[in-house]
């Protein structure tokens, strides 16, 4: 017996004096000084990976989040007193001691584990804890992350080092901070922000010392002490023992453990929402506009070097972003395209509505649920996809509104309005008249001969009632008159929606000037790249890139990341607009525009348009007056200029430019 008792107390002297020292100048420091240099650098600034979140336009209501670990880092002062002694008294009895390595815990670890032959007791303080924690979270590579959790002497004392650097930097409060917002509590909840919504739907404000004391006790052990799955046994006496340490350290009062320890563990369970699926039920068609989020975000090189970077700082960074999607417009799209109802065709009737001038796109609609659970669809009709391959319909995640991998569609007469945008900016008036038979046999596209689609359309057409009744055989003859390159010029232009996907290289210069089919809209593409042209030409020929957002801000509240110009920096989620249209072009097209809906005199639109039925749906409506634009490159009188800056800035006409593209893609 006194042989044991003198060999432990030789063991706590050595082990408190060694430990220490070997930490800050012992084996290993040659081999380790350059690394905990480097490290500890990044440890004082490093921050975890947090959540990011997707609100509606009106920027409180959260539609959805974006997160590997879900996390929203919290300032101690936003944390309940109860949760800070709770940790405390759970994890490092000793923290407002020591200096970043407690003698006496190493002294401690030292002895159980002597006695038990193993390694039953750790001797880690919180610092040393929340510099492993940091170290992995700050690892960019497999290796990185090993060495910061391997069981290894070396690992333990480069961790104690830098603990001890740590706390020459940061004060306890700091310390006790960042380890509360990195702590893994179990049930995908990384700090204690998200402990406290997954375990009790609470801030960490709120905690009260039961509950405190029972997210504490998770940190040893989240699947041993989970209160979830368990039969909440192990998980009370855990937080019992860290009540008791609560008392010991004067936290509480024996008699408020005592009470607190008879209390069951009372939980209210939340599941946050993860990813665009996620998306509550009152919104489930927004799932399409969210998943265009997504593309969007990882084609933006301000968010790293490629796709997977920039999808890592969506789901890791932080974020706060607002959509720009309308409601109001959204719900209307979805009535028109049937969203509610018309789910199981297998025809995808799609929506997208772009705003002249910013390019921001306000609505996503098409017949379709946002869903990943494809049990109940049928199997697909493409012989080629296989016999147990399900079609999308009803329910998809494809992006069949644009802004993803799919090629789109043929797109076809609302490509006519490209080579009359080429016409007018060749100074071409929408009067222009050519006779338009049923068939015409073109000697420009080496015999060539394209019909209509009605004997009715035969007759003597210009831009107006040509475009307002999608006369083919007139558009033939006015693309001979400029030239098919020109028409894919100016496509181009409104868009970089018309490249050749089909890989026949027809809009390539040596081709382009026989691509006669052209306006006829045999080029692939989606309702969003369509939306997104005619917005340009509604916005007096002003091109901008589409854009899902409102704002971004960063987790720090500034705004989001920036854009690299030659002539300074951009608010990623600001407009990205050029002028790439001839204006008078722009405007006179725009005029032309409103002849399928048959908003236009009779006199211009000769008779009849395609249609008719939907002009109330768009809000079209012809004015009493209306002054004709000048031929582009024509001054005008002023009279004519002050009518189309009135007209610019009219609601009237902010409704018809917004038009939608629509179209139809069967499922298979």
Same mark, same amino acid.
């Given at each position: 017996?006194?042989?044991?008792?003198?060999?432990?107390?030789a063991g706590?002297?050595?082990?408190?004096?060694?430990?220490?020292?070997?930490?800050?100048?012992g084996? $290993?420091?040659?081999?380790?000084?350059?690394?905990?240099?480097? =490290?500890?650098?990044?440890?004082?600034?490093?921050?975890?990976?947090?959540?990011?979140?997707?609100?509606?336009? &009106?920027?409180?209501?959260?539609?959805?989040?974006?997160?590997e @670990?879900?996390?929203?880092?919290?300032?101690? @002062?936003?944390?309940?007193?109860?949760?800070?002694?709770?940790i405390?008294a759970?994890?490092?009895?000793?923290?407002?001691?020591?200096?970043?390595?407690?003698?006496?815990?190493?002294?401690?670890?030292?002895?159980?584990?002597?006695?038990?032959?193993?390694?039953?007791?750790?001797?880690?303080t919180?610092?040393?804890?929340?510099?492993?924690?940091?170290?992995?979270?700050?690892?960019?590579t497999?290796?990185?992350?090993? +060495?910061?959790?391997?069981?290894?002497?070396?690992?333990?004392?480069?961790?104690?080092?830098?603990?001890?650097?740590?706390?020459?930097?940061?004060?306890?409060?700091?310390?006790?901070?960042?380890?509360?917002?990195?702590?893994?509590?179990?049930?995908?909840?990384?700090?204690?922000?998200?402990?406290?919504?997954?375990?009790?739907?609470?801030?960490?404000?709120?905690?009260?010392?039961? @509950?405190?004391?029972?997210?504490?006790?998770?940190?040893?052990?989240?699947?041993e002490?989970?209160?979830i799955?368990?039969?909440?046994?192990?998980?009370?006496?855990?937080?019992?023992?860290?009540?008791d340490?609560m008392?010991?350290?004067?936290?509480?009062?024996?008699?408020?453990a005592?009470?607190?320890?008879?209390?069951?563990?009372?939980?209210?369970?939340?599941?946050?929402?993860?990813?665009?699926?996620?998306?509550?039920?009152?919104?489930?068609?927004?799932?399409?506009?969210?998943?265009?989020l997504?593309?969007?975000?990882?084609?933006?090189?301000?968010?790293?070097?490629?796709?997977? +970077?920039?999808?890592?700082?969506? !789901?890791?960074?932080?974020?706060?972003?607002?959509?720009a999607?309308?409601?109001?417009?959204?719900?209307?799209? @979805?009535?028109?395209?049937?969203?509610?109802?018309?789910?199981?065709?297998?025809?995808?009737n799609?929506?997208?509505?772009?705003?002249?001038?910013?390019?921001?796109?306000?609505?996503m609609?098409?017949?379709?649920?946002?869903?990943?659970?494809?049990?109940?669809?049928?199997n697909?009709?493409?012989?080629?996809?296989?016999?147990?391959v399900?079609?999308?319909?009803?329910?998809t995640?494809?992006?069949?509104?644009?802004?993803?991998?799919?090629?789109?569609?043929?797109? $076809?007469?609302?490509?006519?309005?490209?080579?009359?945008?080429?016409?007018?900016?060749?100074?071409?008036?929408?009067s222009?008249?050519?006779?338009?038979?049923?068939t015409?046999?073109?000697?420009?596209?080496?015999?060539?001969a394209?019909?209509?689609?009605?004997g009715?359309?035969?007759?003597?057409?210009?831009?107006?009632?040509?475009?307002?009744?999608?006369?083919?055989t007139?558009?033939?003859?006015?693309?001979?008159?400029?030239?098919?390159?020109?028409?894919?010029?100016?496509?181009?232009?409104? $868009?970089?929606?018309?490249?050749?996907?089909?890989?026949?290289?027809q809009?390539?210069?040596?081709?382009?000037?026989?691509?006669?089919?052209?306006?006829?809209?045999?080029? &692939?593409?989606?309702?969003?790249?369509?939306?997104?042209?005619?917005?340009?030409?509604?916005?007096?020929?002003?091109?901008?890139?589409?854009?899902?957002?409102?704002?971004?801000?960063?987790? &720090?509240?500034?705004? $989001?990341?920036?854009?690299?110009?030659?002539?300074g920096?951009? +608010?990623?989620? =600001?407009?990205?607009?050029?002028?790439?249209?001839?204006?008078?072009?722009?405007?006179?097209?725009?005029?032309?525009?409103?002849?399928?809906?048959?908003?236009?005199?009779?006199?211009?639109?000769?008779?009849?348009?395609?249609a008719?039925?939907?002009?109330?749906?768009?809000?079209?409506?012809?004015?009493? !007056?209306?002054?004709?634009?000048?031929?582009?490159?024509?001054?005008?009188?002023?009279?004519?200029?002050?009518?189309?800056r !009135?007209?610019?800035?009219?609601?009237?006409?902010?409704i018809?430019?917004?038009?939608?593209?629509?179209?139809?893609?069967?499922?298979?």
């Amino acid at each position: 017996m006194p042989l044991l008792r003198a060999g432990l107390i030789a063991g706590i002297v050595v082990a408190a004096a060694l430990y220490p020292l070997v930490a800050v100048t012992g084996i $290993g420091a040659k081999a380790t000084a350059h690394a905990v240099e480097q =490290k500890t650098n990044i440890l004082k600034t490093a921050l975890p990976a947090e959540t990011s979140y997707v609100y509606a336009p &009106d920027g409180k209501t959260v539609l959805t989040m974006f997160y590997e @670990e879900y996390r929203q880092y919290t300032k101690i @002062e936003n944390m309940s007193p109860n949760i800070q002694q709770a940790i405390v008294a759970a994890e490092d009895n000793r923290f407002y001691q020591h200096h970043g390595v407690d003698p006496k815990g190493v002294a401690r670890a030292f002895v159980s584990n002597a006695r038990s032959g193993g390694v039953s007791q750790g001797a880690s303080t919180l610092t040393m804890q929340y510099v492993r924690m940091a170290l992995r979270d700050s690892a960019t590579t497999p290796r990185e992350v090993q +060495e910061a959790t391997q069981q290894t002497s070396l690992r333990k004392v480069k961790e104690m080092r830098m603990a001890l650097d740590i706390e020459k930097h940061l004060s306890k409060d700091q310390i006790l901070e960042r380890y509360l917002n990195s702590a893994y509590f179990g049930h995908r909840a990384y700090g204690i922000y998200a402990a406290a919504q997954i375990f009790f739907s609470k801030t960490p404000a709120t905690l009260t010392p039961v @509950e405190a004391a029972t997210l504490a006790g998770l940190v040893k052990s989240p699947s041993e002490y989970d209160p979830i799955t368990s039969d909440q046994k192990d998980a009370t006496g855990r937080r019992n023992y860290v009540l008791d340490n609560m008392a010991r350290l004067g936290y509480l009062s024996p008699d408020a453990a005592a009470a607190a320890k008879g209390q069951p563990i009372k939980l209210k369970l939340t599941t946050p929402p993860n990813d665009c699926a996620a998306i509550d039920g009152g919104h489930r068609s927004w799932g399409f506009y969210c998943d265009y989020l997504k593309n969007w975000w990882s084609a933006q090189p301000a968010f790293g070097e490629n796709r997977l +970077e920039r999808m890592d700082k969506l !789901r890791r960074g932080g974020y706060r972003i607002v959509l720009a999607l309308d409601p109001k417009t959204q719900a209307a799209a @979805e009535k028109n395209v049937g969203a509610k109802d018309n789910t199981g065709s297998p025809f995808a009737n799609g929506i997208v509505v772009a705003e002249p001038g910013t390019g921001r796109i306000k609505a996503m609609a098409v017949n379709r649920n946002y869903s990943l659970d494809l049990a109940e669809n049928p199997n697909s009709s493409n012989p080629e996809a296989g016999p147990k391959v399900k079609a999308n319909y009803p329910n998809t995640v494809a992006p069949l509104l644009g802004g993803g991998s799919l090629p789109g569609y043929q797109a $076809g007469s609302t490509f006519k309005m490209f080579p009359m945008l080429a016409a007018l900016n060749a100074g071409m008036p929408l009067s222009t008249a050519y006779d338009s038979p049923y068939t015409y046999k073109s000697a420009v596209y080496d015999g060539w001969a394209p019909s209509n689609a009605s004997g009715a359309m035969t007759g003597r057409q210009t831009m107006w009632s040509g475009f307002g009744k999608s006369v083919n055989t007139y558009f033939i003859q006015l693309e001979e008159k400029i030239g098919a390159d020109a028409g894919v010029a100016a496509g181009r232009a409104a $868009g970089p929606a018309l490249a050749d996907r089909r890989g026949q290289g027809q809009a390539s210069p040596a081709k382009a000037k026989k691509w006669g089919a052209f306006t006829l809209g045999v080029s &692939d593409a989606t309702p969003l790249e369509m939306a997104n042209a005619y917005a340009a030409i509604a916005a007096d020929g002003r091109y901008c890139e589409a854009i899902p957002v409102n704002a971004i801000m960063n987790r &720090d509240g500034n705004a $989001g990341h920036l854009l690299h110009r030659r002539r300074g920096q951009r +608010e990623i989620a =600001k407009p990205r607009c050029r002028q790439v249209v001839n204006a008078d072009a722009a405007r006179a097209a725009t005029d032309a525009a409103r002849c399928p809906t048959g908003d236009t005199r009779p006199r211009e639109l000769w008779g009849w348009s395609t249609a008719d039925s939907v002009r109330g749906t768009v809000g079209a409506r012809s004015p009493a !007056r209306r002054v004709r634009p000048t031929a582009p490159g024509r001054r005008g009188s002023s009279a004519t200029r002050r009518s189309w800056r !009135r007209r610019a800035s009219s609601p009237t006409r902010t409704i018809r430019s917004t038009r939608w593209a629509t179209g139809s893609r069967r499922s298979r």
